[in-house]
């Protein structure tokens, strides 16, 4: 962050300060548990500050997603996570035997920021987890998408009803929706604010647990 111009005035938001501040935030909204925050980098950066998870997801050189893309993996992106996570998981353990950490039989929440576009991740997640009845999947208990969007022109936010319309009420994860004016009042990029209404609207229809916060606005 500090070699790019753009990125360099949001320092004190580097993945370090991030971390502790996720771990603070859970601490105190759960004082009886140890959080555990696991933060997982950009496979690589475009020098407009975009993130892209090519180990997750395609992107075009532009830094744009590609959804729809069949030869992606013949893994799909949780699966990739679930295994990221248990080999971190293992190295930790070979560190320090001492250290208690699991991944299994606890709750697991999902976040993804807006902070250079690294919320594509959870964006095609919700297109997975409908599909992959996994442990990992069912020990999901929350996902938040943080300003939502991407350097596309469509899929801001998930608006596919024919993926969310498989996800199940009773056991779907608790999806928090966080937006601020950076995506919403941006008078260039109006679908970003068209996809959020829309993303809410069927959830809301489909009955599926969500929790909605405007920030600054």
Not at 129 to 151: A, K, V
Request: with cysteine.
């Amino acid at each position: 962050m500090h070699q790019n111009n753009f990125s360099n005035q949001y320092i004190k938001w580097n993945l370090e300060n991030t971390a502790q501040n996720l771990y603070e935030r859970f601490t105190n909204q759960f004082p009886n548990c140890h959080p555990h925050i696991w933060i997982i980098r950009a496979s690589h950066w475009l020098p407009s500050s975009i993130a892209c998870y090519n180990n997750f997801l395609h992107f075009t050189k532009s830094g744009v997603p590609l959804y729809e893309n069949e030869e992606i993996s013949k893994i799909t992106g949780m699966q990739h996570l679930s295994y990221v996570l248990s080999n971190a998981v293992e190295q930790l353990l070979n560190f320090d035997k001492d250290i208690q950490c699991q991944i299994t039989d606890i709750p697991m929440r999902l976040v993804g920021f807006m902070l250079c576009h690294s919320e594509k991740i959870p964006n095609n997640r919700v297109k997975e987890i409908s599909t992959q009845i996994m442990e990992f999947c069912r020990n999901l208990t929350d996902i938040y998408w943080l300003d939502s969007g991407h350097s596309g022109t469509y899929h801001h936010w998930p608006v596919l009803v024919n993926y969310l319309s498989l996800l199940n009420p009773g056991s779907c994860p608790v999806i928090h929706v966080h937006a601020s004016p950076y995506q919403l009042a941006n008078p260039l990029r109006p679908q970003k604010s068209t996809d959020f209404n829309k993303f809410l609207d069927i959830l809301s229809n489909l009955n599926l647990p969500f929790k909605k916060q405007l920030h600054f606005m």
